[in-house]
């Protein structure tokens, strides 16, 4: 039998029972919609995680803290960070860059006030977090000494606007009582004033450091505030932290386990992500699984027409074998026949899913306007073809027993069947 | 005459599990059946005459003994080379008709065709050549349950010839009809018969038998001498 003769002869044995090949097939959309409707949840909630995440910062960036691996808060065991740890880590495979980091303890910027409290941190040019955040000036670059790239609300509180605080030498005082929030608090060390020169301003909203100053500035605001030298500092207290950059994000994973080899602690978005990504394969599934429920009596349904629409042509069966139909004629016949009841189904769930999923994003948005614009539910190209798979798979799987049965019927049995 | 036979049987045998008895329905039948015969098999009921029919129609399994028909033993063939003798080498006619209600009649005739794989146009085409040929041209778009019980047996006729069978099988084929139309039905029997056609007809009225070359008679599952 011709593959177009069964594709012919099934979708008339599906049409003939209109009713009943109706409602099975409707009990399929049903399942269908709600698998569908169920993941594009699931998957539009991880889009808009993983959207805020990504605005976060870089999926390349491991940030190397100096503290052992495993514990973190206040059962953390310091660990110092040097140059050797530095150069053991650019050796490591997929790093493109290692960035070293110092913070000096907290302070001010005279000019600016009791409210133009400053953390300097000492950065590298180039370190990936004095990228692209400018309002005006530029970077730290290579051979900086005395200067800073400061945060806009600093430089609101030394010069009429952004724009003019660059150029500016300001007063940056290390140590000493500095006021935080509406309270003050001592300060560590020595008060020391230094003068810098500012060369950049940067967008505060956009980032979460405070104070850039070159990283030599820093190790010796922070020496000279404790009375060291900044290669004792190098040596005992070791750097603030490392930024890290992978060369891809696919090997975040290797380097964070390279780190962790070297006896530090790390922090990654990437492994936020995966973290995220793992919680909602799990979401997902259970929604899936939810909806696959609905498949399943869905499955038990089709089991049954399928079983009804057997006996009920148990005569013609019988006709078909004398007349030269063989038993995988038949089994195809009525496999073909439970097919388009998956097919039929998986196309017109899917189309209730995703109309169903438009009318509750708008509902939703009616009822409180001030809803996140991303959309609710997602349906992807693979959701959709998978929707469609699995109606034909479970269509086939509940046809299957009864095809059979059909098939080994014996033609003469079948031809006394009244 | 040296003509090769249609059907060859030695030592068939049939029998059924019945509870804990076994009935044997063929109890070691030999015959042979030359090409272009038109050989009436009589006998009452349960003497094994249709169980015959359906072995060498292929809708039944030898328990024992060997069957040839057109030189292929059916013993030796599996479901599916079953289901290819039923569409090549043999057309069935039946008592109950058996045409499919729900199809048109030149569909019905054409379906055979469909399982040996004959293109849709060329099976209709073929079909209703075939219906033209036994002068049901006129009844061929009817639905079958439009049609009288004459019609319907010669469409079922139309059905059973249009794989260009090697023999043509009847069980009881006027048994449904009334006086007129099982003549007219022999009739056609005694036509195709000149054109060549081995029939092999099973009956329990000795009137239709007489229209055969030759009748074997059976009684509980074997041949008998008259």
Partial sequence: ?418 | MNAPLAVEAVGLERSYASGHATVAALAGVTLGIRRGEFVAVMGPSGSGKSTLLNVVAGLERPTGGSVLVDGENLAKLDEEALARHRSKRVGMVFQAFNLLPRFRVVENVALPLAFSGVPKAERLRRARAMLERLGMSARADHRSNELSGGELQRAAVARALIGDPAILLADEPTGNLDSVNGAALIALFEELHHQGQTVLLVTHDAQIASHAERTIHMRDGRVVPE
């Fill in chain 1, 1 to 418: 039998m011709s593959f177009r003769d069964l594709l012919g002869m099934s979708l008339g044995n599906y049409g003939r029972a209109r009713l009943r090949s109706g409602l099975t097939t409707a009990g399929v959309a049903i399942g269908t919609a709600l698998v569908v409707l169920l993941i594009a949840l699931a998957t539009g909630a991880e889009d808009n995680v993983r959207r805020s995440i990504f605005s976060i910062g870089d999926l390349r960036l491991v940030t190397v803290q100096p503290f052992q691996p495993g514990a973190n808060g206040l059962s953390a065991v310091p660990r110092t960070i040097t140059d050797d740890t530095v150069a053991k880590l650019k050796g490591v495979a997929h790093v493109d860059g290692v960035y070293r980091q110092f913070d000096a303890p907290l302070g001010m910027v005279v000019e600016g006030g009791d409210d133009a409290t400053i953390r300097p941190q000492g950065i590298e040019p180039d370190a990936p977090i004095d990228r692209g955040d400018l309002l005006a000036g530029r970077h730290i670059e290579a051979g900086d000494r005395a200067v800073a790239v400061i945060p806009g609300n600093i430089a609101r509180l030394v010069a009429p606007s952004v724009g003019s605080a660059v150029g500016k030498t300001v007063t940056m005082r290390v140590g000493g009582a500095v006021k935080l929030g509406s309270t003050r608090i001592g300060g560590s060390g020595t008060p020391r004033d230094y003068a810098v020169k500012i060369v950049g301003v940067f967008d505060e909203q956009a980032s979460q450091t405070s104070f850039r100053i070159p990283l030599e500035d820093a190790l010796l605001a922070g020496a000279e505030n404790r009375g060291l030298t900044p290669a004792a500092i190098r040596e005992t207290t070791g750097y603030s932290g490392l930024a890290v950059e992978a060369d891809d994000s696919t090997n975040v994973a290797e380097i964070v386990k390279a780190v962790q080899e070297l006896g530090f602690s790390s922090f990654s978005l990437k492994q936020v992500v995966e973290q995220i990504d793992q919680g909602f394969g799990v979401f997902k599934g259970i929604l899936g699984g939810i909806g696959g429920v609905a498949l399943l009596v869905a499955a038990i349904g089709i089991a049954n027409t399928m079983v009804m629409s057997v006996l009920e042509r148990t005569r013609e069966i019988g006709i078909m074998k004398a007349v030269g139909a063989s038993p995988r004629d038949i089994r195809a016949l009525f496999l073909a026949e439970a097919a388009y009841v998956g097919v039929f189904g998986g196309i017109l769930g899917l189309a209730l899913g995703l109309a169903g999923g438009q009318l509750i994003d708008r509902i939703i948005r009616q009822l409180n306007p001030r809803t996140n614009p991303a959309a609710i539910f997602v349906v992807g190209p693979d959701l959709a073809l998978g929707a469609l798979a699995l109606a034909l798979g479970v269509a086939l799987l509940a046809g299957f027993l009864p095809a059979r049965r059909a098939m080994r019927m014996s033609a003469l049995s079948a031809l006394r069947y009244e």
